[in-house]
Nanobody, 124 residues
Framework: QVQLVESGGGLVQAGGSLRLSCAAS????????VGWFRQAPGKEREFVTA????????YYAESVKGRFTISRNNAQTAVYLQMNSLKPEDTAIYYC?????????????????WGQGTQVTVSS
């Protein structure tokens, strides 16, 4: 069982930046693809970005391309989501998810493990 913990959410003004972190409790992310998803009030969960288990492939939703960056640290203990030029429409609960030996898909159904989420609020 992999337990994921997100952190780094908060309130920021439009145009600002936040960095979200996702850590796997008691283990590393070695061998896991990790994705970030978000869900705004009254909307369905949507894909944001993902990184393959080799870190060689990264994918981004069109709405965040050029503003958000996914990365993982060398020790494989955390995956980060750097969010720049934030917009009010980025307001949502952000979830990280992991899939063993994953190719980093956009489908949430592919991921076996999910965190509890962290709230990101962007004020205008």
């Amino acid at each position: 069982q992999v337990q994921l913990v997100e952190s780094g959410g908060g309130l920021v003004q439009a145009g600002g930046s936040l960095r979200l972190s996702c850590a796997a409790s008691g283990r590393t992310f070695g061998g896991y693809a990790v994705g970030w998803f978000r869900q705004a009030p009254g909307k369905e969960r949507e894909f944001v970005t993902a990184i393959s288990w080799t870190s060689s492939n990264k994918y981004y939703a069109e709405s965040v391309k050029g503003r958000f960056t996914i990365s993982r640290n060398n020790a494989q203990t955390a995956v980060y989501l750097q969010m720049n030029s934030l917009k009010p429409e980025d307001t949502a609960i952000y979830y990280c998810a992991a899939e063993r030996w994953g190719a980093a898909t956009m489908s949430g159904a592919s991921y076996n493990y999910w965190g509890q989420g962290t709230q990101v609020t962007v004020s205008s």
